[in-house]
């Protein structure tokens, strides 16, 4: 048993740290840190950073341009880009669709968008969610059916992050109505400016535009736009779903959240002083601490316990719990120094030449608190994860 | 960055297991509780002869060579069983007063000792008036001659009524809680003027209530520079909260699955309580709360070794407030989700859980530590 990193790994976490520190363009740095949205062009701009470095999709097969790293340097990876204020990496091509398609997909699937997602050539978004299909996924009622040399895919998906940008979406629809549901589903690759496809964007609490309705109507796709084996697509989604729940602890985003706590907090912005010398607050920074701080210990025991069987590893959901509720956290963290000042509204995609209102770091915290209620509710929600555990772990 | 244990590690903590399997039910622990000393003297000559009395310490010092992953192994087996054995206060928390306050040939005299079962120690630190405080001594030391003389009342000495000897920190100088001028001195319990009054503790162990009147001490049984202790207090009180931690993780682990257990096989409205969902996220929130303290348990071990002395409190606390809330937690859901079988005495849960609540109030709570960490600089450097 050691719990120290290696020589190996603390010199390789230097080297990334050293990069993101003289590689991430300062504008895209401070919006980050601001907690301000990035524009398609930041997330492109640092893509293609990395990408030239050769750590764009660090996890993937060699041969597809992934690093080879261990386990553990690509966690380091993930936590030091995480705490230096770096994008993160658009999840719906690096981690979802892309392992999918070198994984289950056709020679030709894979030469014709590996490629494309490593530079972010092509930006992908995720057709799962349903109005009727959230936690309950399989009840998804799209559907696609074979007409001559095409797919005919109906129906509408809903909560598809950042479709706005989208260059290719991919898309679970069923295929035969009569299995019993998990069976009849087949993933399918979809250009999104294919006719028939409509994007309304969702204004969520906070202002914001992230998320998306994407309707199809009689949309035609290719036969080639078939992942693997038709009604097969349920098991490609397990797979992706798992693949998604790797890295959800976000361990290095709570890590440069209480960094920008801690910045904050000490200065004095109101008669009654820095709020860090509050003693209050500062126990509650700290139990937050200290739960984060176990966190990364769980997170680092389940990644060298890491199975290579393709299933989701059960402890990942004790990493998404943990992880979104110290999220949420250090969020509420944030509105405790803002104070008052969370108060005055700023457009959050729209933020205009009007100067900010009271303190030009203040605007963003109060619809970034609204905005991470989301993280309980995402990549299953809690109360899923919850019903993991008991069944997986504890045989309920 | 490796999580698994050695293959001889893995040895000792199967052996242990099984010793806690075969001797130490719990009809069998009410057995040695009811014991004359409240606990098993013949288990412990089998952990002797396991070699787990000695397994901490290094081979020079008369040990087996190990650390604290051989210490977190005992102490998590321990928690489990709701074992009543001073290891704790032998072992570990005098052993490291030992280790880290006396010079070469005490060591060799005493750790010796230690390991072959023959000699059981508490540590006479805490008085009535100190709380948490490890600096606040009150019982004096006073010299004379080469030799000193000890003054003073020492309270909730764990298993202080059946040690063979005691360590005890008395002030040589200074004032009542200043850090400087406390100084350790091995005394043996039936010494001259030493009082004893023992009594049972809520968590089923046993503890004393120490006088010292005029005991005087020779100065080779002064461990250590007589006025300059407290680092090794601090120290050996920092392995103990490691040590604890891995007890509670043991003894959480078991009190969860106990309940999940019972959740399989406790049928009401005719079906077993388990397919119910609330309880079912409940016990899934008891896993999360397990394995951020087992996280913590690890950290807590780790850092037994680390030389700087600040940021080894800041783990020991950090690991103090992990430990303590989820100890809370998984106890009091233990009991809520048996329901009135938990409330009855002759049930291990509520054993558990009063156990976990000791614990957790042993050198400092949660929040007393929450407060300690919200004093420090951030715990990611």
Redesign the interface.
């Known amino acids: 048993m050691d719990l120290q990193l290696t020589e190996n790994e603390l010199a390789f976490r230097a080297e990334v740290r050293a990069f993101v520190r003289d590689n991430l363009p300062p504008s895209i740095r401070e919006k980050s840190v601001a907690q301000r949205h990035l524009s398609k062009d930041d997330y492109v701009r640092w893509t293609r950073i990395l990408a030239d470095k050769g750590w764009a999709v660090a996890p993937w097969p060699e041969e597809w341009g992934g690093t080879g790293w261990s386990p553990i340097k690509q966690a380091i990876f993930l936590d030091e880009t995480q705490r230096g204020n770096a994008p993160e990496a658009i999840a719906f091509g690096v981690n979802m669709v892309g392992p999918v398609i070198y994984t289950f997909g056709s020679q030709a699937q894979k030469e014709r968008f590996l490629p494309r997602i490593v530079d972010l050539r092509d930006w992908w978004c995720q057709g799962f969610s349903e109005p009727g299909a959230g936690s309950d996924l399989a009840s998804l009622r799209t559907s696609a059916r074979r007409d001559g040399d095409s797919w005919v895919i109906s129906g509408q998906k809903i909560w598809t992050t950042l479709a706005q940008y989208a260059d290719w979406i991919f898309v679970l629809a069923r295929t035969n109505p009569e299995a019993r549901k998990q069976e009849g589903i087949s993933f399918f690759l979809v250009d999104m400016k294919t006719p028939g496809i409509t994007v309304r964007p969702i204004q969520t609490i906070d202002g914001g535009h992230e998320v998306n309705e994407v309707f199809f109507d009689d949309v035609r796709a290719p036969l080639d736009a078939l992942v693997g084996n038709e009604n097969k697509g349920w098991d490609y989604a397990k797979f992706l779903l798992a693949n998604e729940r790797n890295g959800i602890a976000r361990v290095g985003i709570s890590k440069a959240r209480l960094d920008r706590v801690r910045h904050l907090a000490a200065i004095p912005v109101f008669g009654s002083g820095p709020k860090i010398e509050d003693p209050f607050f500062r126990a509650k920074l700290a139990a937050v601490e200290v739960e984060l701080k176990a966190l990364e210990m769980t997170q680092m025991r389940v990644i060298s316990n890491r199975r290579n069987d393709g299933r989701p590893d059960p402890a990942s959901s004790v990493l998404k719990i943990k992880g979104s509720e110290i999220q949420q956290a250090t969020t509420e963290l944030l509105m405790e120094v803002v104070g008052p000042y969370a108060l005055p509204y700023e457009d959050p995609d729209e933020r205009g030449n009007e100067p900010p209102v009271g303190f030009d770091w203040a605007a963003p915290i109060a619809p970034a608190y609204f905005n991470y209620r989301k993280v309980s509710i995402y990549g299953g929600s809690n109360e899923i994860q919850r019903g993991i555990i008991a069944k997986a772990i504890l045989g309920l | 960055?490796?999580?698994?244990?050695?293959a001889e590690?893995q040895l000792v903590s199967d052996n242990v297991a099984r010793l806690m399997r075969d001797r130490y039910g719990f009809e069998a622990r009410k057995a040695h509780q009811a014991s004359p000393k409240g606990f098993s003297e013949a288990l412990w000559r089998e952990y002797a002869d396991m070699g787990l009395l000695g397994a901490p310490f290094a081979e020079e010092d008369g040990g087996y060579g190990g650390g604290p992953?051989e210490t977190m192994i005992v102490m998590q087996e321990f928690g489990k069983a709701l074992a009543l054995e001073p290891f704790l206060q032998t072992v570990v928390l005098c052993g490291a007063l030992i280790k880290h306050g006396a010079d070469t040939e005490k060591r060799a005299e005493l750790i010796g000792k230690i390991a072959s079962g023959d000699l059981r120690l508490s540590f006479a630190h805490a008085e009535k008036q100190s709380g948490f405080d490890l600096n606040d001594v009150a019982t004096s030391a006073r010299k004379d001659g080469d030799a000193f003389v000890v003054n003073g009342e020492k309270g909730l000495v764990g298993q202080g009524d059946s040690a063979d000897k005691l360590i005890v920190s008395a002030r040589v100088a200074g004032g009542r809680r200043d850090r400087d001028g406390v100084g350790l001195f091995l005394v043996d319990a039936n010494a001259r003027g030493v009082t004893r009054r023992g009594y049972p503790t809520q968590d089923g162990q046993r503890a004393a209530e120490i006088g010292f009147a005029d005991v005087r001490v020779e100065p080779h049984d002064v461990l250590g520079h007589p006025d300059d202790a407290m680092p090794v207090i601090e120290r050996a009180v920092d392995e103990a909260i490691a040590a604890l931690s891995a007890e509670a993780v043991g003894a959480m682990s078991e009190a969860l699955a106990m309940t999940?257990e019972y959740?399989?096989t406790r049928k009401q409205f005719g079906v077993t309580i388990?397919?119910f969902?609330a309880l079912?996220?409940r016990?899934?929130?008891m896993?999360?709360a397990l394995?951020?303290?087992?996280?913590?348990m690890?950290?807590a071990?780790?850092s037994v070794s680390e030389e700087n002395a600040g940021e080894r409190a800041k783990a020991m606390s950090?690991a103090k407030?992990?430990i303590g809330r989820s100890a809370k937690f998984i106890g009091q859901q233990a009991i809520q989700m048996h329901g009135g079988i938990a409330m009855t005495y002759e049930y291990k849960v509520g054993h558990l859980f009063k156990r976990l609540t000791i614990i957790d109030a042993a050198y400092g709570d949660a929040?007393l530590h929450?407060?300690r960490?919200?004093?420090?600089s951030?715990?990611?450097a």
Request: hydrophobic share 45%.
């Open positions: 960055m490796d999580f698994d244990l050695s590690q992953v999940v959740m399989k388990g397919s969902q079912q996220h016990a899934s929130e896993v999360v394995e951020q303290a087992r996280s913590m690890y950290l071990t780790m950090a407030v992990q929040d929450v407060r960490l919200a004093d420090q951030s715990l990611f």
